[in-house]
């Protein structure tokens, strides 16, 4: 194989990989809103005796920095933490888990940053706000 082998073999595995990583988002929001829908569901169920049990594991969340990572990488542009979390609640995620959703946000967020898989831009308008998005 030539370099130029290489090279178009490396795009085809980029391109995929990218492909599935879309893949995963859109089915990790669809867990997200079915989670919820179950949550409310049992609520409204009388009789739970009736109700097939689930696996914990079936409703267990997905990671609050996946759920992150999912909102950035379907951003267009950055977003600062207080739209993060408006995202996160329209796609599902059970945000009531945490006492302080923000703190659980932007801890997580730093986290992430940290290990380089977003990148945060700091703005000075009237006041300095963070955004952030997900490295490409």
């Known amino acids: 194989m030539v370099e130029a082998d290489y090279r178009v073999a490396w795009q085809a595995a980029t391109q995929e990989l990218e492909s599935i990583t879309r893949k995963i988002d859109a089915l990790n929001i669809r867990r997200m809103q079915l989670q919820q829908t179950i949550r409310g569901l049992s609520a409204l169920i009388t009789q739970p005796n009736d109700v097939k ?23 267009n542009s950055n977003m600062p933490a207080k739209q993060i979390r408006d995202m996160l609640s329209v796609m599902g995620f059970d945000l009531s888990r945490f006492s302080n959703s923000m703190s ?16 945060l831009q700091k703005t000075k308008s009237p006041f300095t706000q963070t955004s952030y998005s997900a490295k490409v």
């Open 53 to 75: 049990t689930l696996d914990n594991t079936i409703l267990s969340d997905i990671e609050l920095g996946e759920a992150i990572l999912v909102v950035l990488r379907r951003a």
């Open 104 to 119: 659980a946000i932007h801890n997580c967020l730093k986290r992430l940053a940290e290990s380089g898989k977003i990148t």
